[in-house]
């Protein structure tokens, strides 16, 4: 999650049986920190840099619950379901870089849209902790004991609308437990559904906490503020890229017991989730106007003055026609987003649109099509638009410890 500068929270999750939320006794303080500041502190052992950690690309099929809740429903309409899918594809895109230790395939087992008369028992406010310590208790009661289907699930995520904020900071657009994933009480996250882009690069930043990722410069030596990890929103082509960090993170997660859901082999014998299009470029379908209206409203459009080859590396919008001036966000315009004659941005740069790939690292490609990448650097003009990751117990809920 993302945090202004501002000192980093304790979250005090107390030991109540009502909320079903059980710790083990020696663990009851958890940071909810800002990016920069320290991280909650585990047992976990980051391998040495100069070891290669896995030396062949182990498959991992991340099977994912998406629930929509009724403010990004309301907005949305009958187009709901079609955007989620496309905002998955570019989530999905960025897990199969082959800079990862692991061939992650993600792949989507339900959305499952809230409407009015279905939310009445999830408890939903601002506060972000509260509504992930709800969204967690509700799906597993909801979908392992009232959904027919008995659908299985790796993780969940909740897309919503509400304007979510931790210790009064309401930059945060994400939260999500730390080594949460596989844990039926904790592979959740909530992402805030801010804008196209801010809502694929949450669910992506999110999976990552899920999967033991911390933020770049957290209890790491990864420069913060420039990759997919980072603890601020960042512009540019290194958006897209997972620094070696969140690398060796991955591979100790997978290595640990915890990952056992993961396996390709035992998904193979669960009902398949729909694969996902990683090729797929929604930005010719949400367009820049389309993008700047979601963060600003129905009556701001990308702004005229801006050079279109450099809105792939941040997308700049004015509020309605009477103010000029152009505003940011600090995030690069969406993957298939019109940026000249016969051109779309792929990963932060303007390229021909016969150029579709999302995989590896395109520097080389965009390059080819003589135009520079704009820098990963934090835009001291940019809002900021935190994520934040709650670390999971290292208990189970009878408080015999996890290995790691």
């Known amino acids: 999650m993302f945090l202004k500068d501002v000192p980093f929270y304790f979250l005090i999750l107390a030991l109540n049986e009502a909320f079903s939320y059980r710790l083990s006794p020696t663990v009851k303080q958890r940071n909810v920190q800002s990016a920069s500041k320290q991280q909650f502190k585990t ?8 070891v290669q950690i896995v030396s062949s690309r182990r498959p991992i099929s991340l099977d994912l619950l998406v629930v929509v809740d009724t403010s990004s429903y309301r907005y949305h309409g009958d187009d709901t379901e079609h955007y989620i899918m496309n905002m998955l594809n570019v989530a999905a895109s960025l897990w199969q870089s082959s800079s990862l230790p692991a061939d992650v395939r993600v792949r989507i087992v339900k959305i499952h849209v809230l409407k009015e008369k279905h939310q009445s028992d ?6 972000a902790n509260w509504s992930l310590m709800k969204f967690c208790q509700w799906q597993r009661q909801y979908f392992m004991t009232r959904d027919k289907e008995r659908v299985h699930f790796d993780a969940a995520i909740l897309v919503t609308r509400i304007d979510i904020q931790i210790g009064g900071n309401y930059d945060a657009t994400g939260i999500a437990y730390n080594q949460g994933m596989c844990d039926l009480e904790y592979h959740c996250a909530i992402c805030e559904d801010k804008s196209p882009m801010i809502l694929s690069h949450t669910i992506t930043h999110e999976i990552g906490h899920l999967l033991g990722m911390r933020h770049d410069g957290n209890q790491n030596t990864c420069p913060d503020r420039v990759f997919i990890m980072s603890g601020y929103a960042t512009r540019g082509h290194q958006t897209f890229i997972w620094s070696t960090c969140s690398q060796k993170a991955l591979a100790e997660f997978l290595s640990s017991n915890r990952a056992r859901c993961l396996d390709d082999a035992l998904s193979a014998s669960r009902t398949p989730g729909v694969a996902l299009d990683t090729n797929a470029m929604p930005g010719r379908i949400y367009d820049a106007d389309y993008q700047c209206q979601m963060i600003y409203g129905a009556t701001a459009k990308a702004c005229k003055e801006q050079n279109k080859t450099k809105m792939c590396g941040m997308l700049k919008c004015q509020k309605d026609e009477k103010r000029s001036e152009c505003v940011t966000d600090g995030r690069p315009a969406l993957q298939g987003t019109s940026c000249g ?8 740069f303007c390229v021909q649109r016969t150029i ?6 395109d520097t080389a490609i965009a390059y080819r099509q003589n135009d520079q990448p704009t820098d990963g650097q934090y835009c001291n003009e940019c809002s900021t638009f935190p994520y934040m990751d709650t670390p999971a117990p290292t208990t189970n809920q009878d408080g015999v410890p996890l290995e790691l």
Do not use: V
């Open 356 to 361: 579709r790939s999302h995989h590896d690292d």
């Open 341 to 348: 004659s016969l051109k779309w941005c792929l990963r932060a």
């Open 43 to 50: 047992d976990l052992q980051i391998p040495n840099p100069d």
């Open 122 to 127: 999830l408890e939903l406010t601002d506060h």
